[in-house]
């Protein structure tokens, strides 16, 4: 697969049918989680809108719906699908690590697939999320807990280096690739549920907490790779050598495949989701 069309894949189509394949068990429940009086709604790391739209079909009162996410080109394709509703959506292009601008408070704040890529700043966020909703709102999100081998891979780090096998590379050679190239495994972004618990409880009241375990499945190698594309860019691919590039996405849908077959399913991990609530508690941290 090229650069040109990983770009359309993160943009386009491909970002959609990988929202619906990472997060068809964060959207089933998100909603459900809701005050019932949501009015006002900001989804960071809103992606093409999905959730937006839906929050829209779901509270037919919704007044002002706002979702940031970093790139762009997702937001020109949120905008279109969100056009209907007007100026009742806001679109931001913003790091949410740079505590961007909103027209606070909202009633539910909505944050699904999206906090291991603010390693790690998670607290900083979590504190300008605290200063965003109303003193009845929830905010809710989900956060990815894959299981680290000891070489700290799993989940789709363990898959890409199976991939780098395949290329040619020893599984030590391949290992070595992420700190050669600074990309820090996903499966070491992620924190564990307990200093989850301690960072949330600093800023939020936990009122639920639950696990789900969340199975990837695709229909096809191409469709997984186009899943990979829309979800990751390039992240991942940078460890290929250059001219190896579309060999390396030929690898990954090789291998989806074949879990497929063999057992049914890509990767599996635990997802759990949070509900939580202003702090009461005194002054947060």
Known sequence: MSADAMRQARVQAGYDEASRLRQSLDLASV??????????ILDLGCGTGTLLAQAFERFPALERAVGIDMLAARLDEAAEKLRGHGDKVGLIAADLTQSPEVDAPFD?????SVLHWLYPHED???RWISQQIGAD???????????????????????VRQALQLLGD????ATARFAAHGVFPIARRTRSVRH???LLSRH?????????????RAASGEAYVRYHAATFGTYYSQLAPPAKERLFFEALGYLAEERM????????????????????GGLPS
Do not use: N
């Open 137 to 159: 709102g929830h905010f809710v999100l989900t956060t990815y807990h894959p299981v680290a081998d000891a070489d700290g891979l799993g989940g789709t780090d363990e898959l």
């Open 196 to 198: 989850l618990r301690a």
């Open 108 to 112: 539910f704040i909505v944050m699904t």
């Open 124 to 126: 900083q966020v979590f």
């Open 261 to 280: 077959r063999r057992q049914g399913y890509i990767t599996s991990m635990q997802v759990r989701q949070w509900k939580c609530l202003p702090y009461r």
């Open 204 to 216: 939020f009241d936990i009122d639920q907490s639950r696990p789900q375990e969340a199975t990837m």
């Open 31 to 40: 909603l459900d989680w809701a005050p019932h009086h949501t009015l006002r």
């Open 170 to 173: 020893t599984k030590g050679a």
